[in-house]
């Protein structure tokens, strides 16, 4: 987990304000990713990111806007939070080669999270 | 599309016994599957994949996982559980065959319990 950073680790806002979420890594992995984690649905994913030029919407972007400044850096905006934006927020990181003329997804390395409370 | 079952939200195993978390999916094509654990306060840790080959995987901490193809199942495993195996399960699917990028589904995680 220590390869993957995530800051800050708890945050509390209020509703209207702008909150960004920033997500490290040391795994020299082109791929990030920024999902959410509620009780009962699992793991969904906000947006992700191929490398610094390749930005892609997931399930669930509406509300939010991420920043890839770096290979090791991508970072997730809430532009104005809302109360139902409350859940524990992941990065993640992967990488991935080509088997047999098929790209092999790797498994994903996460960070530890950060619990946001919008009051 | 793609889809993933955990149908029990908890299982409870006394230490020793035999635990088995179930997960089922559904895709198009041929999946890849995964295991992750998540400790209270971490992020989540992979456990172990399927990819191709032998239906049996083995990944980290004495877990086992059966690929069953006919039955679209893909339970996770240990002969013997520990106390400190207790924490949060999620299986994950991914189509192989699709074109382009195809998000990982999780599915809604299954809490197991080991009973001292």
């Known amino acids: 987990d220590a390869d993957v950073t995530q800051t800050p680790r708890n945050r509390i806002t209020k509703t209207g304000k702008r909150i960004m979420l920033e997500c490290s890594q040391t795994?020299?992995?082109?791929?990030m990713y920024w999902y959410r984690q509620d009780p009962g649905l699992g793991l969904r994913l906000i947006y992700y990111s191929f490398d610094v030029k390749d930005i892609n919407k997931g399930e669930i972007s509406d509300g939010y806007s991420v920043s890839r400044q770096a290979q090791a850096k991508f970072s997730l905006s809430l532009e104005s939070a809302i109360p139902n934006q409350t859940a524990l927020y992941f990065c993640?990181?992967?990488?991935?080669?080509?088997?047999?003329?098929?790209?092999?997804?790797?498994?994903?390395?996460f960070g530890p999270g950060t619990r946001l409370t919008v009051l | 599309a793609q889809s993933v079952a955990q149908p029990e939200d908890q299982v409870n195993v006394a230490e020793g016994n035999p635990l088995t978390v179930k997960c089922t999916y559904s895709?198009?094509?041929?999946?890849?599957l995964f295991w992750y654990v998540q400790y209270p306060n971490r992020g989540l840790q992979f456990l172990l994949k399927?990819?191709?080959?032998?239906?049996l995987v083995k990944g980290s901490y004495g877990f086992e996982a059966e690929f069953n193809k006919s039955q679209t199942s893909f339970h996770l495993k240990k002969p013997s559980a520990l106390v400190s195996d207790s924490a949060l399960y999620f299986c994950?699917?991914?189509?192989?065959?699709?074109?382009?990028?195809?998000?990982?589904?999780f599915g809604t995680g299954t809490k197991l319990q080991v009973i001292p």
């Open positions: 399927y990819i191709t080959g032998d239906n």
């Open positions: 795994k020299g992995h082109d791929r």
């Open positions: 993640a990181t992967s990488d991935f080669m080509v088997l047999r003329s098929v790209a092999e997804y790797n498994e994903q390395f």
């Open positions: 994950a699917v991914r189509d192989v065959n699709s074109g382009g990028y195809q998000k990982v589904t």
């Open positions: 895709v198009s094509g041929n999946p890849y």
